[in-house]
C-alpha cells in the first residue's frame, strides 16, 4: 500500500477506535507539534535538525528534529517501516553505503556537522559505534576482533596496551570470564547471546562516545536478551546510547527516554515512563495499547 | 446412496487413482535413474578408453634399449696431443671409438655395406655419451671399459614391439640375437626422456626442452594474471560506479571469455610480434598471449567470488570505522579467497592444455635447446605432442603417448592443488 493510503486506512482506525477523531492530521507533525522534549537543554551528545530521508524519489523520514542526551539510553519504538533503522543509520552514515540513499538537515555531534564533505567518515564511525541485528562478529579468532579497531585506528603502540585494551573490553561487555581462556577460538564459534557480547565488545574497543543498536536482541533467546539488557544498563554509564527496539517492554526496561517514529515522523519523544504511562499522542496511545504493530 | 457412502466411495476412488500414479511415478523415476546411471558408465567407459589406449602406447616409451660394448678409449683417437686440453676432449672423434667396438664385438663382418649396417644398430647419441664420460673423468683415457650404449631407434623398436613392421634387415637382426645370447642387449629406465631435448633422432628425443618451456609461459601467465584479474575484479565489484560504461566493460569481459583461443594468438602476433617486435617464438610472448586468455576466467571468478561475501561483514567492518578499502582487503578478500584460487587454478589448466594460440605466435619450431630464460626460443607441452603426433617415424609414436601421460600428470595435480587450497582455507575460516 501506498503511504498516503496506509495514512488514510490508519487514520480512520484511530477515529474509530478512539472515539473521537485526531485534531492533530499526519502532516502537521515537525517540530512544533512533536509532542514531549525532542530537544534537551542539558548536556547533549548528537543533535539532529530537520533531517529527511530519501530512497531515490521515496521519502523513508519526514523532518525529523530529535536531541540525544549524553550517557542517556534513548529507545526508538513504532511499527515495522516506519523509518527507526533508516533514522539509526543516518546517526553514522551508514546509509552511506546505499547509493541511492540521500539525507538532507543536519546532524550534529558535539557541535560538528557530521555530513560535512571535508570530514572523514572514518572518524565519525569511530566515534559512534554500531551494533547490527544480527550478531556478525570477523571470522576471525575472538582477540582479533576486538584488536581489529584499535589496530586501524592506531590507538596502540604495542602488543602490552592492545592485550590491556581487549581484556578491558571483553570485561566491560560482560564476556571475560567465558572467553578469556580460548582468546585464540574463531568468534563465529561462539553462541549469538556470546556473539552479540562480542560484537558489542568489540565496538567499545575503540572507546566510542555513542553507540547505536539495531535491534541488538532480535535474534537472540531470553536469557541472552536478559544478559545484554543488564549490559546497556552498565554501558550506560561511560556511552550514550540509542537502541532501536521492536519490543516496548524491552524499551521500558532498559530506557531513559522514549521515541516513538510512525510513517518516517516523529511523533512523541519524552520520559520513558511517561510514554508507556500517559502518553500525549494518541498515536503513540494506540501503539502501546496495541492497537496496531 | 446417502451422502457419507458416497464420500467414502469417492475417497476410495481418489487413493486409488493415487496409487495407480505412484506406481507410474516409481517407474518414472526408476527410469530416470537407470538414464543417469547410464550416461555416468557411459562416460566413465570412453574415460577408461582413452587413458587405456594412452598408457598402452606410452608406457614403452619409458625404457630404452640398449646395448653393452667393450669400448677402448684409445689415447690416439681421443687425445692425440696427449695434453687433456677441453678443447681437444671436445672435438674428438667418438665415433670412431663406438664403430671400433662393433667391429670387435663382430670381428666377422667385412664388407663395408655390412659394416654400414652394423655401425647402424648403435644410436649417434653414444658418441655423445663417450664424450661426456672422457670429460667427467679423463682418467678413462687408455683404458677399456664395459659401457652400456643406446642403441638406434629401429633396434629399440624391435626389441620392445617385435619384428612386426621392423625396418631391420635379417642380417641386423641375426646380429641381434647374438648379442642378447651375449646377454649384451637390455631395456632400461629412459633418463633421456626426461633430461634431453627435441631431436631429430627418436631414441634420443625428450620432453624437457618442451617442460621447461611449458614452465616459463605458465609462470609468466600466473605472474600476470592473477594480480591484473584480481584487482580489476576487486575494482569492478567495489569500486566502480554502477553505470553505462561499467556495464560495457562487464559485457566485454564476459564476452571475452568465450572468444576462441586462435583469436589470441593472432592478437599476439600482431601486437606483440610485428608491433612492439618481441622474440618470435619466445616463452614471454606467450605468457602475454595466454594471459590474455585466463584474465577473463580469472576476472568472473573473482566477482562471483567477492559478491558471495555476506554483506553483514562488509557492514560489521565499515561500522567500525574502516575505510572502504581495509574491508575490502582486511576481510572481504581473505574470504573470496579460495573462489579466487579455484578460478586462477582451472584457468592456469586450462592455460597449460593451450596448443592454438602459441602454434600462431611461432612456438611450433623444431627447438633443440632447452630454453635458459624468457627470451629463448622454446616449444610447449602441447605442441610438442602435436609435433611429434605429426613425425613419421614408428618410434614417435610412443613418445606422443608418454608426453600425453606427462601433460595429463600436470593437469591432475594441478587441479589436486586447487582442491586442497580451497579446503584449506575454507576450514580456516568457518
Redesign the interface.
Known amino acids: 500500500m501506498l503511504a498516503v493510503e496506509q495514512k488514510e486506512a490508519f487514520m480512520s482506525v484511530v477515529e474509530t477506535r478512539a472515539g473521537e477523531p485526531d485534531s492533530m492530521k499526519m502532516d502537521e507533525l515537525s517540530i512544533e507539534n512533536t509532542i514531549g522534549k525532542p530537544l534537551l537543554e542539558k548536556k547533549i551528545s548528537m543533535h539532529c535538525r530537520e533531517v529527511d530521508v530519501f530512497y531515490g524519489d521515496k521519502q523513508a523520514i519526514f523532518d525529523v528534529s530529535l536531541d540525544i542526551g549524553k550517557n542517556e539510553v534513548l529507545a526508538m519504538i513504532g511499527p515495522s517501516g516506519c523509518g527507526k533503522s533508516t533514522f539509526l543509520r543516518c546517526l553514522n552514515r551508514m546509509n552511506d553505503t546505499i547509493a541511492s540513499c540521500q539525507v538532507t538537515g543536519s546532524i550534529r555531534l558535539d557541535e560538528e556537522d557530521i555530513y560535512d564533505p571535508k570530514r572523514d567518515v572514518e572518524l565519525l564511525r569511530a566515534r559512534v559505534g554500531m551494533v547490527f541485528q544480527k550478531p556478525n562478529p570477523f571470522p576471525k579468532s575472538i582477540y582479533e576482533n576486538i584488536a581489529y579497531g584499535p589496530r586501524i585506528h592506531g590507538l596502540t603502540r604495542d602488543k602490552v596496551e592492545l592485550d590491556e585494551i581487549v581484556e578491558n573490553s571483553l570485561v566491560r561487555a560482560g564476556l571475560w570470564k567465558e572467553v578469556k581462556d580460548r582468546l585464540d577460538d574463531v568468534g563465529t564459534g561462539l553462541s549469538g547471546g556470546q556473539q552479540q557480547r562480542l560484537c558489542i565488545a568489540r565496538a567499545i574497543a575503540i572507546n566510542p562516545e555513542v553507540i547505536l543498536m539495531d535491534e541488538p536482541c532480535s535474534a537472540l533467546d531470553p536469557i541472552a536478551t536478559a544478559v545484554v539488557e543488564e549490559l546497556i544498563d552498565e554501558l550506560r554509564q561511560r556511552y550514550t546510547i540509542v537502541i532501536v527496539t521492536h519490543s516496548m517492554q524491552q524499551a521500558a526496561r532498559v530506557s531513559q527516554r522514549t521515541a516513538y517514529f510512525h510513517l518516517g515522523r516523529l511523533v512523541e519523544v519524552d520520559k520513558t515512563d511517561k510514554i508507556f504511562t500517559n502518553p500525549g499522542h494518541s498515536l503513540t496511545e494506540a501503539y502501546i495499547t496495541g492497537r496496531f504493530g | 446412496m446417502s451422502d457419507l457412502i458416497k464420500a467414502t466411495v469417492k475417497r476410495g476412488q481418489v487413493r486409488e487413482a493415487i496409487e495407480q500414479s505412484l506406481i507410474r511415478r516409481r517407474k518414472r523415476n526408476r527410469r530416470f535413474r537407470m538414464l543417469g546411471l547410464a550416461a555416468v558408465m557411459l562416460g566413465m567407459l570412453f574415460l577408461g578408453m582413452m587413458f587405456f589406449s594412452i598408457i598402452s602406447k606410452g608406457y614403452s616409451a619409458f625404457v630404452l634399449t640398449e646395448i653393452q660394448l667393450e669400448i677402448y678409449f684409445d689415447a690416439e683417437i681421443v687425445d692425440p696431443e696427449g695434453a687433456r686440453s677441453r678443447e681437444a676432449l671436445t672435438a674428438a672423434a667418438y665415433g670412431k671409438l663406438v664403430k671400433n667396438a662393433l667391429r670387435k664385438a663382430f670381428p666377422q663382418v667385412r664388407k663395408r655395406k655390412e659394416k654400414r649396417k652394423l655401425y647402424r644398430l648403435v644410436s649417434t647419441g653414444a658418441e655423445q655419451q663417450l664424450r661426456e664420460l672422457v670429460q667427467k673423468d679423463p682418467g678413462i683415457i687408455g683404458t677399456r671399459q664395459k659401457l652400456w650404449l643406446t642403441a638406434d631407434d629401429d633396434v629399440d623398436q624391435y626389441y620392445k614391439h617385435g619384428e612386426n613392421q621392423s625396418r631391420l634387415k635379417a642380417q641386423q637382426l641375426a646380429w641381434l640375437a647374438q648379442l642378447r645370447a651375449r646377454d649384451a642387449l637390455r631395456t632400461s629406465f629412459n633418463t633421456n626422456f626426461f633430461s634431453a631435448g627435441d631431436s631429430r633422432e627418436p631414441e634420443l628425443a625428450g620432453i624437457r626442452g618442451a617442460v621447461v618451456g611449458s614452465f616459463f609461459v605458465i609462470l609468466i601467465t600466473l605472474g600476470l594474471s592473477l594480480p591484473l584479474g584480481v584487482a580489476a575484479a576487486i575494482y569492478l565489484e567495489e569500486f566502480a560506479p ?1 553505470n553505462r560504461w561499467t556495464d560495457f566493460v562487464e559485457i566485454n569481459i564476459n564476452n571475452l571469455a568465450a572468444v576462441p583461443s586462435i583469436v589470441f594468438g593472432l592478437l599476439g602476433l600482431a601486437v606483440y610480434i610485428n608491433f612492439f617486435e618481441l622474440p618470435r617464438s619466445a616463452p614471454l610472448v606467450g605468457g602475454l598471449v595466454l594471459t590474455l586468455m585466463t584474465l577473463p576466467t580469472i576476472i568472473i571468478a573473482s566477482r562471483a567470488a567477492l559478491k558471495s561475501v555476506p554483506p ?12 572502504k578499502m ?1 574491508m575490502v582487503f ?2 572481504v578478500l581473505p ?1 573470496a579467497m579460495p573462489g579466487m584460487l579455484t578460478g586462477a587454478i582451472i584457468g592456469l589448466a586450462q592455460a597449460l592444455g593451450e596448443t592454438a594460440p602459441l602454434l600462431m605466435i611461432g612456438m611450433v619450431a623444431f627447438i633443440v635447446d632447452v630454453p635458459a630464460g624468457i627470451t629463448d626460443p622454446a616449444t610447449v607441452l602441447p605442441v610438442q605432442i602435436y609435433l611429434w603426433a605429426d613425425s613419421p617415424e614408428r618410434a614417435f609414436t610412443e613418445k606422443t603417448s608418454a608426453a600425453i601421460m606427462v601433460l595429463l600428470v600436470f593437469l591432475v595435480l594441478m587441479n589436486l592443488f586447487a582442491i586442497w587450497l580451497r579446503r584449506k582455507f575454507e576450514r580456516r ?2
Open positions: 554502477r553483514s561483514i562488509r557492514e560489521a567492518a565499515l561500522g567500525m570505522g574502516a575505510s581495509q582486511h576481510h574470504l575460516w568457518d
